[in-house]
């Protein structure tokens, strides 16, 4: 992957995106977004990662964070690799998941089309990291974020997406920017 897509300059803030492979809707079980809350809240306590902005959607995640110590790619490189595993796992076991068989051959489909995967793919290669340099990007992006949600008709305000920074509620804890 080219330098210039990399969350590679230490303790810098980015906006980055992790999407599944094929825009699949897999973040619309309260069971797989636990998942991604829980593996986030990790990195917090254990890896050094900020996060100050979120929200996961259907089929993707975006974040504003950096890392304190480290590179955040390395860190976001680590997360997709256990977070795919698990909610493989999840997937896989889940009873009431009527979308596994076709999950599952999606993900084995995308796997197939890259050398260095082993049976099955779930996230997308690239993080789009965009370093946020200014204030007027970074109100921008986290504008984005809270909007998301919105636009995609799923809530008719941010702060009623639970999976959102823009929640009271929400279940991931963000620190101030």
Same mark, same amino acid.
């Given at each position: 992957m080219s330098e210039l897509r990399k969350a590679n300059i230490p303790e810098a803030t980015y906006f980055v995106t992790l999407t599944? #492979?094929?825009?699949?809707? =897999?973040?619309?079980?309260?069971?797989y977004c636990d998942e991604i809350v829980k593996n986030l809240a990790y990195c917090q306590q254990k890896k050094g990662l900020e996060v100050f902005e979120y929200v996961i959607m259907p089929s993707h995640l975006h974040l504003i964070c950096r890392r304190n110590e480290g590179v955040l790619s390395e860190l976001l490189r680590d997360f997709k690799s256990y977070t795919a595993k698990r909610l493989l796992g999840l997937i896989q076991e889940n009873e009431q998941e009527s979308r596994k068989e076709w @999950?599952? $051959?999606?993900?084995h489909f995308f796997a !197939?089309? $890259? /050398?260095? !995967? /082993?049976? $099955?793919?779930?996230?997308?290669?690239?993080?789009?990291?965009?370093? @946020? $340099?200014?204030?007027? =990007?970074? *109100?921008?992006? #986290?504008?984005?974020?809270? *909007? !998301?949600? =919105?636009? /995609?008709?799923?809530?008719?305000e941010p702060w009623y997406y639970l999976f959102s920074s823009a929640c009271a509620e929400s279940p991931l804890k963000v620190s101030n920017l």
């Open positions: 599944v #492979v094929g825009w699949i809707d =897999v973040f619309t079980r309260r069971e @999950l599952m $051959y999606m993900f !197939n089309r $890259y /050398a260095q !995967n /082993a049976e $099955y793919m779930f996230w997308q290669k690239t993080n789009h990291p965009i370093e @946020l $340099y200014s204030n007027k =990007v970074i *109100q921008q992006k #986290v504008d984005y974020i809270h *909007q !998301n949600p =919105v636009k /995609a008709g799923i809530v008719t």
